[in-house]
């Protein structure tokens, strides 16, 4: 049986969590940036609660990271794909950014026996 907790250990690694980290207040700074525009008119409260909610989405950011290396480890563990770094970079950037839009609605299983009922 394998043991679970170390190998969440080294995936969420400090290396990992730093690139996490940095990709998420990333696309954080970028979304601050364009609702704080000062041609764009919105209520203050309502600009504090958009950053809120993005930074909590931000911080939630290294699971849906670390369940989507989880899923492309499953599907390609072993394989190896040789292509120009530019092809790369824009899925890559997408993914990312799909993954911390969606990191704010992660939900947890609170089922103490796994059944979903």
Known sequence: MKNYYRELGQMFGPDFVAKSFVIAFVFEGLMITVITQPSRLSHPFTIVMTIAMYTIGSLLFLFTKAGWEAFKDLFASNSIVFMPALFRALPAFLVNAK??????????????????R
């Open 99 to 116: 993954l911390w839009t969606s990191s704010i609605f992660l939900e947890t299983n609170n089922d103490p026996d796994q059944t979903g």
